[in-house]
C-alpha cells in the first residue's frame, strides 16, 4: 500500500513538473493582457498537485459533493483542480441558463473530452463544435420531428410486446415466481428499437440474438469500474494536459477497440441501407435515409464518410445505453415505491389492453409522464457538463453572491480558458429548488409543480430539467428517448408487478462505464434482478375487458 503510494505520487511529480514547465514557457511566450475573472470563494486544496480533483474522482456521487461546497460557499464558486487550474462551478439558475444558451459561441468541450469522444466514436455530432456543430445537427434534425417519432412509436410498442412475450413464458415455466436481470432485458429492447425506428435494421436482441453492439458497450461497463492508477491519473489531469489522452493506456486502448468495433457495425448497416435505397426501400426522413442523404457530394448539408459513421456510433450509444438505464431505474424505484407503481398501473387501465396512441401519451397520461419526468431528474444519464471559455464572458446570477474580499457582485467575470462545470445531478436534486424531499423520488411534485412555487421553476431546459441539457446543444434525440421511454414503461407496468428480490430497501449503487449504471450494492456488475409476476388486472381477465377502453 505504501509503496503504491509512492508510485502515484512520483508519477504526479513528473508529470506536474513537466505541466509547470510548459506552462510558464507559455506564459513567458503569451504578451496578451489576460482578463482577470472574478476572485470567488470555494474549498481549499486537498492535495497540493491533485486539489480537489481526487476528491470528486473517488466520491461515491460527485452531486453530494458539489452540493456540500454550493451549501458552504454559495451558489456561484470556485474549486481548485489539478496542477495548479481553476473551476469554476455554477449552481445558480440564471448563471446555469447563461452558460447553456452561450454554449456553442462561448464555451465549448474540453481538448481533452474532444479526444477522448474522437478516440471512442468520432468526429461526430458529439465532438463537433461551431459551424461543423450546426452543420451535422441540421442534417439530422428530420429524423426527430414530431412526425417522425410518432411513426417510430410504433416500433417502441412493437419491441416491448415482444419482450411481453418471453415474459410471459418465463412466468408460466417458473410457477414459484420468475426472476429477471432487468437491465439486461432494456438494452436489449432499446437496441432493437434504435435499431429499427432509425436503422431500418432488426438486431433481434430480445429474441436472443447475440449482438456485436451490446457486446461493446457491455464490456466498458464490466471494465469502467476498474481503473488503474495510471488511468485514473490521465482522467485528473487531463483538462490541464490534454495529451495525456492519446497514450495507449489499458482504457485508451479499450477506447479504440470500441470505436473500430462500432465503425465495422455502422459500415455493415450503411452497406445494407445503399443497397435498400437503391430498390428505393429507405425513408428519406429515418436516421439511415438522411445519413446517406448527407453522403452525397451534391447534398446540402454535406458530411463525409468518416461523420457519417461517427453519428451512427453516438446515435447506437444513446439508443441503447441512455434509455435502456432510464427504464431500470424507474423500475427500481417503482419498486422501491409500490403504491406509486399501483397508482400507475391504475392510470393505465383506463386503455385497457390497447396501447395509448402517441397523442395519448404526451397528454392524457399525467402519472406516466409524472413518473418519467421523476425518474429523469433524479438519475440523468450524464452527471455534469463542463465547458470551457474559448472568450471571455460576463455571466449574470439571480442574486447578489460574495466574493473573496466580501464584496457583493450582480455578475461575474470569466476570463477566456476558465474550465467551467454544472453539475446536473446537483442541480437535479438541490433542496434549494426541488423542496426538502429533493432527494426522494416522488412524482406527484410534478402534479402540483405549478401551484408549489419551486425554485426549480428558473431553471430552463426541458420541464425545468437540465437533463437532456439546453440551448444550441440540447439532446437531439430527447422527445424520441421520452417517447421510447414511456411507451415501454407503460406496457410493462400495466401488464406486471415488480419487486425488489430483498424488499424496497435493497441497496443499490452504480457502477462506471460510458455512463454509469446501476447495480445491486451486493454485486460486481451492472444487474438489477427482479421478481416479476402478473398484474392482478392480467391474474383475474379485467385488462382484457373491452369494457375498460
Not at 331 to 341: A, T
Request: proline share 5%; charged share 25%; aromatic share 6%.
Amino acid at each position: 500500500m505504501i509503496v503504491a503510494s509512492v508510485r502515484f505520487t512520483n508519477v504526479l511529480v513528473v508529470v506536474g513538473g513537466v505541466y509547470l514547465v510548459s506552462k510558464l514557457a507559455k506564459r513567458l511566450l503569451s504578451k496578451r493582457h489576460r482578463t482577470k475573472g472574478t476572485p470567488l470563494t470555494g474549498p481549499p486544496k486537498a492535495h497540493f498537485l491533485l486539489g480537489v480533483s481526487r476528491t470528486l474522482s473517488t466520491a461515491t456521487d460527485s452531486a453530494d459533493v458539489y452540493g456540500a461546497w454550493a451549501a458552504t460557499y454559495g451558489p456561484v464558486y470556485e474549486i481548485p483542480t489539478a496542477l495548479g487550474g481553476r473551476r469554476v462551478v455554477l449552481h445558480d439558475p440564471r448563471a446555469v441558463n447563461h452558460f447553456y444558451q452561450a454554449e456553442r459561441s462561448v464555451y465549448v468541450k474540453t481538448d481533452s473530452t474532444r479526444k477522448t469522444i474522437a478516440n471512442i466514436f468520432g468526429r461526430g455530432l458529439l465532438w463537433a463544435e461551431g459551424e461543423d456543430h450546426k452543420r451535422q445537427r441540421k442534417a439530422l434534425t428530420p429524423a426527430f420531428s414530431n412526425a417522425a417519432i410518432r411513426r417510430s412509436t410504433g416500433v417502441f410498442y412493437d419491441s416491448a410486446h415482444k419482450l411481453q412475450g418471453h415474459w410471459d413464458a418465463l412466468i408460466e415455466n417458473a410457477p414459484d415466481g420468475a426472476i429477471i436481470e432487468v437491465e439486461n432485458w432494456m438494452n436489449r429492447v432499446a437496441l432493437d428499437s434504435i435499431g429499427i425506428a432509425g436503422f431500418g435494421h432488426d438486431f433481434r436482441s430480445v429474441d436472443g440474438e447475440p449482438s456485436t453492439v451490446a457486446d461493446v458497450f457491455d464490456s466498458m461497463a464490466l471494465n469502467g469500474g476498474r481503473a488503474a492508477t495510471l488511468s485514473l491519473i490521465i482522467f485528473m489531469l487531463g483538462t490541464q494536459l490534454p495529451i495525456l489522452a492519446e497514450l495507449p493506456t489499458p482504457r485508451n486502448r479499450l477506447f479504440k477497440g470500441l470505436r473500430r468495433t462500432l465503425a465495422g457495425i455502422a459500415d455493415d448497416l450503411l452497406a445494407k441501407s445503399r443497397k435498400e435505397k437503391e430498390a428505393d426501400t429507405v425513408a428519406e426522413k429515418s436516421i439511415i435515409g438522411l445519413l446517406l442523404k448527407s453522403e452525397e457530394d451534391a447534398a446540402e448539408l454535406h458530411m463525409d464518410q468518416a461523420e457519417v459513421v461517427a453519428q451512427m456510433n453516438v446515435l447506437l450509444l444513446a439508443g441503447y445505453e441512455t434509455t435502456s438505464i432510464s427504464l431500470t431505474w424507474a423500475l427500481i424505484e417503482l419498486c422501491r415505491n409500490l403504491d406509486q407503481q399501483a397508482k400507475l398501473r391504475e392510470e393505465l387501465r383506463k386503455f385497457g389492453p390497447q396501447d395509448a396512441t402517441w397523442d395519448q401519451l404526451g397528454s392524457s397520461l399525467p402519472y406516466l409522464d409524472a413518473v418519467v419526468l421523476e425518474t429523469l431528474r433524479l438519475h440523468p444519464a450524464l452527471p455534469d457538463t463542463t465547458r470551457v471559455a474559448q472568450v471571455d464572458d460576463i455571466i449574470p446570477v439571480s442574486e447578489p453572491i460574495h466574493t473573496k474580499s466580501g464584496e457583493l457582485v450582480t455578475e461575474i467575470i470569466v476570463p477566456k480558458d476558465t474550465v467551467v462545470t454544472v453539475s446536473i445531478r446537483c442541480m437535479n436534486r438541490s433542496p434549494a429548488f426541488w423542496g426538502p424531499d429533493a432527494a426522494q423520488f416522488n412524482p406527484e411534485r410534478w402534479l402540483t409543480f405549478e401551484r408549489d412555487g419551486l425554485r426549480a421553476s428558473e431553471i430552463q431546459g426541458h420541464r425545468h430539467l437540465i437533463t437532456f441539457l439546453d440551448g444550441p446543444r440540447t439532446c437531439l434525440g430527447k422527445q424520441f428517448a421520452l417517447a421510447e421511454f414511456k411507451a415501454v414503461l407503460s406496457v410493462l407496468i400495466k401488464n406486471y408487478s415488480f419487486e425488489l428480490p430483498d424488499g424496497p430497501d435493497t441497496p443499490i449503487k452504480e457502477v462506471l462505464g460510458l455512463i454509469q449504471r446501476p447495480a445491486l450494492a451486493s454485486g460486481s456488475k451492472p444487474e438489477i434482478p427482479l421478481r416479476l409476476g402478473y398484474c392482478s388486472a392480467r391474474v383475474t381477465g379485467d385488462l382484457d375487458d373491452e369494457s375498460l377502453v
